[in-house]
């Protein structure tokens, strides 16, 4: 009794407490009339925001009720005016305990430009925003300093009024499904620290106006079908550190201005159709200074190239899939920060320059499929860092992999193709100081057997030995490469059995193999007694063209991440297992040129993702059962089987 007084008693006095401050700050703010709630304004700017969402899985908007709306969940309020200044949002929920994804989806309301007073608008990544950007954003959030609407599923252009919100600093747009062209109002954005506008449907050309955003430091519009030039005066974002604008239809030269992007560590300009030799004249004074040096350090006469070497800051460049020609510039090898230099896919030729050796930090070189000349220079064995080397496709012929290349300490991602080389497999791939991770030597001269050693590559993940000439069984040691995902050693002279292939990786977990061909060698046998143990992660399974024979295994039905099966051009027979119906993935399925016999099981009507199917050349019988997917093939699916009828082809006689 005593105590509940007691409490009583602190509990009034604490009410008399609440009801004082009550009054003085309905008194002090008393502009805004209800006390502790919000400016009207916010208030239906945050309702109608509330009101668009249909589904918010985190259920923090479960919680905005009533007036007080500086203390919901995700809304931060300026404590001297009490308005709205912020909403926190974000698709992605960290906490010290957990991290979560969160949806939310509906529309965007317009009405949240009734939050004038707004700084910060997070609502990225809720992955179900449908909707436009309000197009009168720009004239009523003029203090908007961050707007984070990217990771959801909005449409329609970019307001041209975004360009009135001058204290911009980050806008963050990106993966959604905006559209139209940029607009040329953005380059006023002068605070603009962020601009993130990729993986969208954005169209038209880079506006030139954007090279007067001089805080840029972040300028990513990858992803888009962007169209024309790259700005002349890029080289005017001084600020920049970071340009991707790969994977769009740019076209033209790279602009020379891009030498002055003194900041610059991430350079991404790949997947687009910019042209012309990676050099030019030397024009402004200070660079031909510095390149003088350079010149002689290198023996170039008369031209600069657009040389990274004078972007000291560096770091990750890729130039790939371009219709680049000329030499790979020597003084690449003074930009010594680069770490992943990737230049694939253009017409490079000339040979790899020695200085390339100077980039003792470089992790990863691609320069396959250009015209790139042999010998490779020995004086890349000082790249202690490597750990991958791409320079398949070119014209190397370099007829032996060079043995420092096997010494490298770090290399463990190694793509050979098409590089001529000749004879067998070298036994120093065996001992690298880094073990192989990745080995693609295909499409070379190797003769001989595939080694018994292989097995010993324990981090095995990816191994393309196709298109050789190699003569020999699989050794069985292949089954301890307990990491392996994908193995294609197509188009050989490869015999005996392929049993030992479905057991790699058995023994501790489900194995890792997702992809496998076999396919145009001389594996003979049956796989009838394969068990599919752990190997069910298989999405491609190809060994066609072999003399295989037999029965299908009934197992194979458990290969249910299957997506392509091809089992062309081989010997088997008996019925088709009802069980691979039960490959509810299956997009192609070739079956064409063998002895399969009986009819077409019913279960195939379950292939609802089938687009591919050739069962044609076999000894199939009875109707094709009537129904989706099987009626929409076209007859050559089926054709050559004496004994089929029924749609597509003709109808059964009863
Ligand atoms: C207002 O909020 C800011 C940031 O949360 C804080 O640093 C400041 O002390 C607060 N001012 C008052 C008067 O409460
Ligand atoms: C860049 O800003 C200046 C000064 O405001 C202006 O005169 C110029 O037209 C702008 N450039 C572009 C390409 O919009
Ligand atoms: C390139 O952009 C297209 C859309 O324009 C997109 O579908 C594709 O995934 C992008 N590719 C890469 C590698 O980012
Ligand atoms: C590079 O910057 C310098 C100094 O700011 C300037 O004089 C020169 O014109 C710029 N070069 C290019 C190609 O934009
Ligand atoms: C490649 O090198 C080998 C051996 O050095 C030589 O016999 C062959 O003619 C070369 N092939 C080409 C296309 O240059
Ligand atoms: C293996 O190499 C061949 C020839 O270079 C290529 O066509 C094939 O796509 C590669 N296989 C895989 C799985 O990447
Ligand atoms: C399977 O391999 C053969 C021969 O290498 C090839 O012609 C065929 O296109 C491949 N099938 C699939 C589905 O990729
Ligand atoms: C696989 O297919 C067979 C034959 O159609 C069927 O009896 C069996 O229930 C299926 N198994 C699964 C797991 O769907």
Not at 182 to 199: A, C, D, E, F, I
Not at 274 to 290: H, K, R, W, Y
Not at 454 to 483: A, E, M
Request: glycine share 10%; with cysteine; net charge positive.
């Amino acid at each position: 009794m005593h105590t509940h007084e007691k409490i009583l008693k602190r509990m009034s006095s604490q009410l008399i407490w609440v009801v004082i401050v009550f009054i003085i700050t309905t008194l002090v703010e008393g502009n805004r009339g209800i006390g502790e709630g919000c400016s009207p304004g916010d208030l239906r700017g945050l309702a109608s925001f509330k009101d668009g969402i249909q589904i918010d899985t985190s259920g923090r908007l479960t919680n905005w009720v009533g007036h007080s709306c500086c203390k919901w969940e995700g809304i931060i309020c300026d404590n001297t005016t009490g308005r709205v200044a912020e909403i926190r949002l974000p698709g992605f929920i960290s906490t010290q305990e957990f991290l979560f994804q969160s949806q939310m989806k509906g529309r965007l309301s317009p009405s949240i430009t009734l939050l004038t007073s707004l700084e910060v608008i997070d609502l990225g990544g809720l992955t179900g925003l449908a909707g436009n950007i309000p197009p009168e954003i720009g004239y009523r959030l003029p203090k908007l300093r961050k707007l984070y609407l990217y990771g959801n599923i909005l449409t329609g252009a970019v307001p041209e009024s975004i360009g009135k919100l001058s204290e911009l600093e980050e806008l963050a747009l990106h993966e959604n499904r905006l559209s139209g062209s940029l607009p040329p109002s953005l380059g006023r954005l002068r605070n603009l620290k962020v601009l993130h506008l990729y993986s969208n449907q954005f169209s038209g050309i880079i506006p030139g106006s954007f090279t007067n955003l001089t805080n840029l430091i972040h300028l990513d519009l990858h992803s888009n079908s962007l169209t024309g030039q790259i700005p002349d005066r890029i080289g005017q974002l001084q600020a920049l550190k970071e340009l991707d604008l790969s994977n769009n239809s740019l076209s033209g030269k790279i602009p020379q201005s891009l030498t002055n992007l003194t900041a610059i560590s991430v350079l991404y300009l790949d997947t687009n159709h910019l042209e012309g030799a990676i050099q030019f004249p030397s024009s402004s004074g200070q660079m031909a200074s510095l390149g003088f040096l350079r010149l002689q350090n290198n023996r170039l006469t008369g031209r600069i190239p657009l040389s990274f070497g004078y972007l000291e800051s560096l770091k990750r460049v890729s130039l790939a899939n371009n219709h680049l020609f000329g030499p790979v510039p020597s003084t690449l090898g003074n930009s010594l920060a680069l770490t992943e230099l990737y230049l694939d896919g253009n017409r490079l030729s000339g040979r790899i320059p020695k200085s390339i050796s100077q980039l003792s930090g470089l992790i990863a070189l691609s320069i396959s499929h250009n015209l790139i000349l042999g010998p490779l220079p020995q004086e890349m064995s000082s790249l202690q860092n490597l750990q991958m080397l791409d320079l398949s496709f070119n014209r190397l012929n370099l007829s032996t992999i060079p043995q420092w290349l096997a010494e490298l300490p770090s290399l463990s991602r190694i793509f050979l193709a098409g590089c001529g080389i000749q004879g067998k497999i070298p036994a120093f791939l065996r001992t690298t100081p880094s073990p192989i991770q990745e080995l693609d030597l295909s499409a070379n001269h190797l003769t001989g057997s595939i080694p018994e050693w292989l097995g010993s590559l324990t981090q095995l993940y990816s191994l393309n030995l196709s298109k050789n000439s190699l003569v020999s069984t699989i050794p069985h040691s292949v089954t301890s490469l307990n990491d392996l995902g994908v193995l294609d050693l197509h188009s050989n002279k490869l015999t005996g059995t392929i049993n030992q292939v479905f057991q790699i990786g058995h023994r501790f977990s489900d194995g890792s193999l997702t992809y496998i061909d076999l396919s145009d060698n001389s594996f003979s046998g049956g796989i009838e007694q394969i068990s599919i143990g752990s190997q069910i992660g298989i999405q491609f399974l190809n060994i066609s063209q072999n003399f295989l024979e037999g029965r299908l295994p009934i197992s194979m039905g458990r290969l249910k991440s299957m997506k392509s099966l091809d089992l062309s051009y081989n010997k088997f027979g008996f019925n088709l297992p009802g069980a691979l119906g039960n490959l509810s993935l299956l997009e192609t399925l070739k079956l064409q040129k063998n002895h399969f016999s009986g009819n077409i099981p019913n279960g195939f009507l379950k292939l609802r993702k089938l687009k591919e199917l050739d069962l044609s050349h076999n000894l199939l019988v009875g109707e094709i059962p009537l129904g989706k997917p099987l009626s929409d093939f076209p007859e050559s699916a089926y054709s050559g089987n004496k004994g089929l009828c029924g749609k597509p082809l003709t109808p059964c006689k009863l």
